[in-house]
C-alpha cells in the first residue's frame, strides 16, 4: 500500500506561483508514476501533470506546457508541481496520485491505485 499526503495549496492571484508537495509513504518502490490530477468546481477530474518512471517520460497537459513543471525521483519524497503564471481557471482542488503498474507508456487518470486527498489552489483574478 501506498499513502499520498499533498500540501502547499493556497490562495494567491492571478500571476503568481505555487508549489505543490506531494508526499508518499508506504511501498513507495513499488511506484510506477506519480502525477498530480485537478477537479474544478462542477467539472471533471482531469490530468495535470504525470512522472512516468517505468517509461522515463513526463506528460504535460496543453494548457499546462511551459507554465507548470512536474519533479521528483523515484521512490524518494516528495514529487513537486510547480506552477507559474497561476489564472483563475487553475482554480481547482489538486490531487496527487501513484501507479503500481509498470509498463505503461501512458498513465490517466483511470490507471491510478493510489490518491492523496487533495490540496485546494484558488487564485483570484
Known amino acids: 500500500q501506498v499513502q499520498l499526503v499533498e500540501s502547499g495549496g493556497g490562495l494567491v492571484q492571478a500571476g503568481d506561483s505555487l508549489r505543490l508537495s506531494c508526499s508518499a509513504s508506504g511501498r513507495t518502490s513499488s511506484i510506477a508514476a506519480m502525477g498530480w490530477f485537478r477537479q474544478a468546481p462542477g467539472k471533471e477530474r482531469e490530468r495535470v501533470a504525470v512522472?512516468?518512471?517505468?517509461?522515463?517520460?513526463?506528460y504535460y497537459a496543453d494548457s499546462m506546457k511551459g507554465r507548470f513543471a512536474i519533479s521528483g525521483d523515484h521512490a524518494k519524497s516528495p514529487v513537486y508541481l510547480q506552477m507559474n503564471i497561476l489564472n483563475p481557471d487553475d482554480t481547482a482542488v489538486y490531487y496527487c496520485?501513484?501507479?503500481?503498474?509498470?509498463?505503461?507508456?501512458?498513465?490517466?487518470?483511470?490507471?491510478?491505485?493510489?490518491w492523496g486527498k487533495g490540496t485546494l489552489v484558488t487564485v483570484s483574478s
Open positions: 512522472i512516468n518512471w517505468s517509461g522515463g517520460s513526463t
Open positions: 496520485a501513484a501507479s503500481k503498474v509498470w509498463g505503461r507508456r501512458d498513465y490517466d487518470l483511470s490507471v491510478m491505485d493510489y
